[in-house]
């Protein structure tokens, strides 16, 4: 995944039950401009599939004094969904603190779904910050379209990070807010006609009703 020569941004640590587990976290190119460029324009929120104690570990470090992001929200407040497991036997059982996704036996996984519909409560939302958003005003950045499935015209997908130093995500990913999404009136108008996420969505749920009609069938 990382090749020989990939040094982490920093080592960071937390503790899993017993023992401490340490981990080394490599920073995308241009995430702290994207953070200055983006901050005059938006709130920005942590909404992450990991478990609290994995991903504060990291966040301590990125934002110390607490000031880049305005929330911070854990696995805790995500929609859990079981789906078919598509993958291999090899892969039964295994959890992972940093995961959209977890696979429960050999015949289904567990995915996390964020659903943007929490930022309208309170008691996750500390008063006064991010509650008063509609809809219409709120973008999620992920790399997996299963995340925001709920609201697809929302999201804004972006590819997994393994180490690149030429990565131009983050640049084009600030140009596009800054210059499309913050001036919109309704910012999932602009993503359904750039992105188009509703179509791939449909295509992939006929893909697999199709797939399992096929199953049907051979095994009769």
């Not at 640590?13 to 994207?34: K, M, N, W």
């Not at 696995?75 to 859990?80: A, D, G, P, T, V």
């Not at 291999?88 to 059982?93: L, P, Q, T, V």
């Not at 008691?123 to 995340?147: A, F, M, R, W």
Request: net charge negative.
């Amino acid at each position: 995944m990382y090749g020989k020569d990939a040094e982490p941004s920093f080592i960071t640590s937390f503790a899993d039950r017993e023992q401490t587990i340490d981990i080394g976290v490599f920073l995308r190119p241009y995430l702290f401009d994207l953070l200055s460029k983006a901050g005059p324009h938006f709130d920005i929120c942590v909404f992450t599939a990991s478990e609290k104690v994995y991903a504060d570990a990291i966040l301590n470090q990125v934002d110390p004094l607490r000031k880049l992001f305005t929330e911070r929200i854990y696995r805790q407040h995500c929609l859990k969904a079981t789906l078919p497991n598509t993958g291999s036997k090899e892969s039964r059982g295994t959890v992972n603190t940093d995961s959209t996704e977890s696979v429960n036996d050999a015949h289904e996984r567990t995915i996390f779904v964020k659903d943007l519909r929490i930022f309208a409560q309170e008691s996750v939302c500390k008063p006064g910050t991010l509650e008063q958003y509609p809809l219409s005003d709120i973008i999620i950045v992920d790399n997996s379209l299963l995340s925001f499935a709920l609201q697809p015209d929302n999201g804004i997908p972006i590819s997994a990070y393994f180490w690149d130093n030429s990565d131009q995500e983050l640049r084009c990913l600030a140009n596009y807010l800054i210059e499309k999404l913050a001036p919109a009136k309704d910012i999932r108008v602009v993503n359904k006609a750039e992105f188009k996420l509703q179509n791939i969505i449909d295509l992939s749920i006929q893909s697999q009703l199709i797939t399992e009609e096929r199953d049907r069938y051979q095994s009769v």
